[in-house]
């Protein structure tokens, strides 16, 4: 079963550069979200969406923009890197019942220089 | 907003307990889940509560006071594996979605 699958595993990019993270879910989830792991700082979401065709911002929103063109499908965006995006991504999805827990994806580790 | 906060650090014993403390303050609270993730790994779920009381579910509980805006994950029999960050993750409010905001994490780490 794959679950929530994340492309790329790891990238190194130059500040500037642009780059996309694509995350895929096979459960037919409607809820998606990406969030960023840095040391001491735990899970931070970037944006989410709660359906096909919708996004919204979370707490981390600036420097990346997403898309949910296919109900399967949560693009990550970074239109120009900068040394502060260097993270770990997860990328995740879950069900919209109360109680509906989250499956994370294994997670990309983004470094900018 | 959402405030949550956990204690950065703890160290326990093999076959020891251990309690992991989480404190909350959201609006529109849906429900507190707690997290395990082992370094380098995705979290995975380990508990649920959205009413009040104790939780259990093998070696682990979780207990929920909502009008306290706290709640606990206990570890019993403690193994050389459970070393790992515990999240903790509260469901609240947002944009009429409710969405998990999560604490920074727990790092348990046992020792023989």
């Known amino acids: 079963n794959a679950g929530v699958t994340q492309t790329p595993k790891f990238r190194v990019l130059k500040t500037g550069q642009s780059m996309t993270l694509l995350c895929a879910q096979d459960?037919?989830?409607?809820?998606m979200y990406w969030y960023r792991q840095d040391p001491g700082m735990g899970l931070r979401l970037i944006h989410y969406s709660v359906g096909e065709g919708t996004t919204a911002k979370g707490e981390v929103p600036d420097g990346y923009n997403v898309s949910r063109l296919k109900k399967q499908n949560f693009l990550l965006g970074l239109e120009s890197a900068a040394p502060s995006q260097t993270s770990v991504y997860f990328c995740a999805s879950s069900g919209t019942l109360p109680g509906r827990e989250l499956f994370f994806g294994e997670g990309s580790r983004l470094t900018v220089l | 907003g959402q405030n949550i906060d956990q204690p950065t650090e703890m160290t326990a014993t093999e076959g020891a307990i251990v309690q992991i403390n989480c404190t909350y303050q959201?609006?529109?609270?849906?429900?507190l889940f707690w997290y395990q993730q082992h370094a380098g790994e995705a979290p995975t779920f380990l508990s649920y509560n959205v009413l009040d009381g104790l939780e259990e579910k093998g070696r682990f509980s979780s207990f929920l006071s909502r009008s306290k805006g706290y709640s606990y994950l206990l570890l019993k029999e403690l193994q050389m594996k459970d070393s790992a960050s515990y999240l903790c993750a509260v469901t609240g409010a947002r944009g009429g979605s409710y969405i998990p905001t999560f604490g920074r994490g727990t790092s348990l780490i046992v020792h023989p």
């Open positions: 459960m037919n989830h409607e809820y």
């Open positions: 959201t609006s529109g609270f849906n429900g």
